[in-house]
């Protein structure tokens, strides 16, 4: 499986973002699915989760309520919509394989895409 994010840029505090993940391969429709990001100076970190169909979704605590995670496999696709972003959000953001659905750590996930930063101002 190849993964490519997209969708970063310069956002204000306050404003929406939606990160997009392309995947390649025949068996993306049967994957659990992840968004990580890691920023300056920080470790990579969780931050959202979805199983293989979209009906079961995970978040870290610092976005629930906030960014919404979801796929479509037709399209071979994962978004990551974040809405109320805030400093503290900014980062180079990662889609990855999981192992298993539902699944935080990153030794559980096993492809991981080239990341797309997110830069969120005061």
């Known amino acids: 499986v190849q993964l490519q994010a997209s969708g970063g840029g310069l956002v204000q505090a306050g404003g929406s973002l939606r990160l997009s993940c392309a995947a390649s391969?025949?068996?993306?429709?049967?994957?659990?699915m992840g968004w990580f990001r890691q920023a300056p100076g920080k470790e990579r970190e969780f931050v959202a989760a979805i199983n293989w169909s979209g009906r079961s979704t995970y978040y870290a605590d610092s976005v629930k309520g906030r960014f919404t995670i979801s796929r479509d496999n037709a399209k071979n696709m994962v978004y990551l919509q974040m809405n109320s972003l805030k400093p503290e959000d900014t980062a180079v953001y990662y889609c990855a394989t999981a192992l298993r659905a539902g699944v935080r750590s990153e030794s559980d996930y096993d492809y991981w895409g080239r990341g797309t930063l997110v830069t969120v101002s005061s």
């Open positions: 391969g025949r068996t993306f429709s049967s994957l659990a």
